[in-house]
C-alpha cells in the first residue's frame, strides 16, 4: 500500500510545498484522532472523509479537468480486491491522505485542462483543498503535494468525433 | 452498580439509553445517520436486532458514537452538538465520536454515481470513474 512512492512518471510535472518529513507510509483507511481529545471524549474523523473533501475542493478549481493517474488508479482497482481495503474508506481516484492526530497531509493525481497554467493551477488548487479541509474538519493540513499527470486537449477529443473538413487553399 | 456515572447497569436499561441517544445524535443539524465505525464495532446488541452507532460502555468506558455527516456544517461544529446532545442524556459521561464518512451532492458528483449506492460500490466507482475521464 505504499503507493506514494512510484508517484511520478517521467512527464509528469510535479509541485510540492516543502514542509515537514514524513514516512511514506500511506494510511489511506487509518482512522484520526482530533485535536479536542478532552475528559469529554475523542473524536476520530476517518480518513475517508478527509478524502473525500479534498477530493471535492480539488475539482472545485476550474482547470482541472480530472483526477488520478496511471499508478494511482492501477492501486485504486488492487485495493478494491482486498478486503478490507475498500469497504469502510472509499478510495477517491487521484487523492491519497495521511491524518494524524491534529494533522492532515494530502497527494493529489490530477489531470489539468490545456490552457491553464499549471503553477496557477496547482496554487489554487492547494489553497483550495487546505482551506477546505482545515475548516472542515479542524485537522491542520501540513502539505499538499500536486502531482500533474496529463493534459487534457480539447481538440483531440473534437477531432475524434468530427472529421476536420479540408479547406483546399487554391481554387 | 459500580458504574461512576449515571449509566445504567441492566442491559434492558442501556438498550433504551442507546435508543435515546441514537434518536437525539441523528436530530442534531449535519448528521445523516448513524456509521459503525471501522470496525462496525460501534453498535448496539439489543433483542430487537442490533442498533448501529451507539454503543453504551460499561463501567468507565465512554459512550461511543459513530456518524456519518452532511457537508454542509464544520465538522467540529456538528461533532460538538452530537456531543452535547449524547452526554447530556448520558449524564455527562465522555463520549468518543466517530465520523466514519461524509455524504452530500459533491460527494456523490465526486464518486459519479447516485446517492443510494452501497459503500462497496465505491471502490468499483473510482475504478470506472478515471477510464472514463482520463483519455
Known amino acids: 500500500m505504499t503507493e506514494s512512492t512510484p508517484r511520478s512518471s517521467a512527464a509528469s510535472t510535479t509541485t510540492t510545498t516543502t514542509s515537514t518529513v514524513r514516512t511514506p507510509t500511506t494510511t489511506v483507511s487509518s482512522p484520526a484522532r482530533l485535536a479536542d481529545e478532552t475528559a469529554q471524549g475523542k473524536t476520530t474523523i476517518a480518513a475517508s472523509v478527509v478524502q473525500k473533501i479534498a477530493g471535492i475542493a480539488a475539482r472545485e478549481i476550474s482547470g482541472v479537468h480530472s483526477m488520478g493517474g496511471g499508478v494511482s488508479r492501477a492501486f485504486g482497482a488492487l485495493r478494491e480486491r482486498i478486503p478490507g481495503g475498500g469497504a469502510g474508506a472509499t478510495n477517491i481516484a487521484g487523492v491519497q491522505v495521511e491524518v494524524g492526530e491534529k494533522q492532515a497531509a494530502i497527494d493529489l493525481d490530477i489531470v489539468v485542462e490545456y490552457g491553464a497554467s499549471i503553477v496557477e493551477l496547482a496554487r489554487a488548487v492547494r489553497r483550495n483543498v487546505i482551506t477546505a479541509v482545515e475548516r472542515m474538519t479542524g485537522l491542520e493540513v501540513i502539505e499538499v503535494n500536486i502531482a500533474v499527470n496529463d493534459i487534457h486537449l480539447p481538440e483531440l477529443e473534437a477531432a475524434e468525433d468530427i472529421p476536420v473538413p479540408v479547406t483546399s487553399r487554391v481554387e | ?135
Open chain 2, 1 to 135: 452498580m459500580s458504574a461512576p456515572g449515571p449509566l445504567p447497569a441492566t442491559v434492558e436499561e442501556r438498550d433504551a439509553l442507546a435508543e435515546r441517544v441514537s434518536a437525539a445524535v441523528l436530530a442534531v443539524p449535519g448528521v445523516a445517520g448513524p456509521h459503525g465505525g471501522r470496525y462496525n464495532d460501534i453498535a448496539t446488541f439489543r433483542a430487537g436486532g442490533r442498533l448501529v452507532g451507539v454503543r453504551i460502555g460499561e463501567g468507565a468506558e465512554p459512550v461511543e458514537v459513530g456518524v456519518v455527516l452532511r457537508l454542509d456544517r464544520p465538522i467540529p461544529d456538528v461533532v460538538a452538538d452530537v456531543r452535547d446532545a449524547a452526554s447530556r442524556l448520558c449524564g455527562g459521561a465522555a463520549v468518543d465520536i466517530t465520523v466514519g464518512d461524509v455524504v452530500g451532492d459533491a460527494v456523490d458528483d465526486l464518486l459519479g454515481h447516485p446517492a443510494g449506492d452501497a459503500p462497496g460500490s465505491g471502490g468499483a466507482a473510482t475504478g470506472a470513474d478515471p477510464g472514463r475521464m482520463v483519455r
